[in-house]
């Protein structure tokens, strides 16, 4: 009994852990941690009417942004925008509105990607105790307040923030403008442009599978929408990006909004959908395949292998994310410039020493 009561305990854990890990979650003391995209989004949508159009003194707890917070020190908090997992916040001179209109140019900008770990807490000091900041600090703001009764002193009663993050940096809003048009195309933001995004793709010589990871093409997905987003569209990972046809590409980036848009409005990666799949949504599931070995909805096998450095996964039977035309079409092996007698050699190849992963090589969708 004792052995049952412990197994079932840890199983209970793991599968505890396993969400928190896998999932961005929003924890106590107003503190958002970033796993995937749509939580730097939260973060923006929940953090912007708290903060936007407060002034802040700024210090770097751990030293790590120490001439940041400099530049930044005694400014209005005047704009929060998300694109994919970067974060910026614009701060401005302490003047007024129309006054600022013009001024734009001379904002400091602050972007912050958090990484696997980062997190900003948002206390309200006339409410909550703020914590001792931790070794992992790197931005301290605490806001600037007049005293009701004087004009002259301040008082430090307001909100106060800690950040900690992979990477922040400063600068003039050409940060922000150089930043944001190196990145893809963010499924969560209104300006997204799919049709840009698709003549990218269908130029590219990558997998279907790395371009979604890639932020340069899809900004803010991780590796969990990849598997699910590539499931419920149908497409195999390996198709490869100039094999994309324009209707599968549509299925992944409306799936990618659908997703993402749902991870944003939940703070949560649930992928399964009841009017879609109710038998798999009936059995409590999440998710159709990411880190399952068998498919959630067709009971078939789930193969893994890696991409890019990170696990990707699709169901091999068949009918959830076919592999249409195995073997390349005349177009296909002719833009490579292989001949069809060496595709048949390299599909031999293939075969024998890839049997994990059938079609790698000549995944074509024409
Ligand atoms: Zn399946």
Same mark, same amino acid.
């Given at each position: 009994?004792? *052995?049952?009561?412990?197994? !079932?305990?840890?199983?209970?854990?793991? +599968?505890?852990?396993?969400?928190?890990?896998?999932? %961005?979650?929003? +924890?106590?003391?107003?503190?958002? $941690?970033? &796993?995937?995209?749509?939580? /730097? @989004? $939260?973060?923006?949508?929940?953090? $912007?009417?708290?903060? &936007?159009? $407060?002034?802040? %003194?700024?210090?770097? #707890?751990?030293?790590?942004?120490?001439?940041?917070?400099? !530049? +930044?020190?005694?400014? /209005?908090?005047?704009?929060?925008? !998300? &694109?994919?997992?970067?974060?910026? *916040?614009?701060? %401005?001179?302490? *003047?007024k509105d129309e006054v600022r209109e013009n001024r734009e140019k001379e904002d400091v900008v602050v972007h *912050? @990607?958090?990484g696997m770990s980062g997190a900003w807490a948002v206390y309200n000091s006339s409410g909550e105790e703020e914590p001792e900041v931790k070794a992992t600090t790197r931005l301290r703001l605490e806001e600037i307040k007049f005293k009701v009764n004087s004009s002259s002193s301040l008082s430090s009663k307001g909100f106060i923030t800690h950040l900690s993050a992979m990477a922040v940096a400063h600068g003039d809003p050409s940060l922000y403008s150089a930043k944001k048009n190196s990145l893809g195309q963010d499924p969560l933001r209104s300006d997204a442009d799919p049709d840009f995004l698709y003549s990218k793709i269908a130029k590219s010589k990558k997998s279907i599978g790395q371009l979604l990871m890639d932020q340069s093409y899809f900004a803010g997905p991780g590796n969990i929408y990849r598997a699910e987003i590539l499931f419920l569209a149908g497409v195999y990972p390996t198709t490869l990006g100039v094999s994309l046809d324009r209707e599968s590409f549509n299925k992944v980036w409306d799936t990618s909004v659908k997703l993402v848009r749902r991870g944003y409005d939940t703070g949560s990666i649930l992928t399964v959908d009841a009017t879609i799949d109710p038998s798999v949504a009936a059995h409590g599931e999440r998710r159709y395949i990411y880190t399952k070995s068998q498919c959630a909805r067709c009971g078939g096998r789930v193969s893994s292998w890696d991409i890019s450095g990170r696990t990707c996964y699709a169901c091999e039977s068949g009918r959830c994310q076919p592999k249409l035309n195995v073997l390349p079409s005349r177009p296909t092996f002719l833009r490579y410039g292989l001949s069809w007698k060496n595709c048949l050699k390299m599909?031999? &190849?293939?075969?024998?020493?890839? #049997?994990? /992963?059938?079609?790698?090589?000549?995944i074509s969708r024409r």
């Open positions: 009994m004792r *052995v049952t009561f412990s197994t !079932a305990a840890l199983l209970l854990l793991v +599968i505890t852990l396993q969400h928190f890990l896998s999932t %961005s979650a929003l +924890i106590p003391n107003n503190t958002i $941690r970033m &796993v995937e995209g749509h939580s /730097v @989004h $939260r973060i923006a949508s929940s953090f $912007r009417s708290k903060l &936007v159009g $407060r002034k802040f %003194s700024a210090s770097s #707890p751990n030293g790590r942004f120490a001439d940041g917070a400099a !530049a +930044i020190d005694g400014r /209005v908090l005047s704009r929060m925008e !998300a &694109v994919g997992k970067n974060l910026f *916040v614009f701060f %401005s001179s302490d *003047v *912050v @990607h958090f599909k031999m &190849v293939a075969m024998l020493f890839l #049997p994990r /992963v059938p079609g790698r090589l000549f």
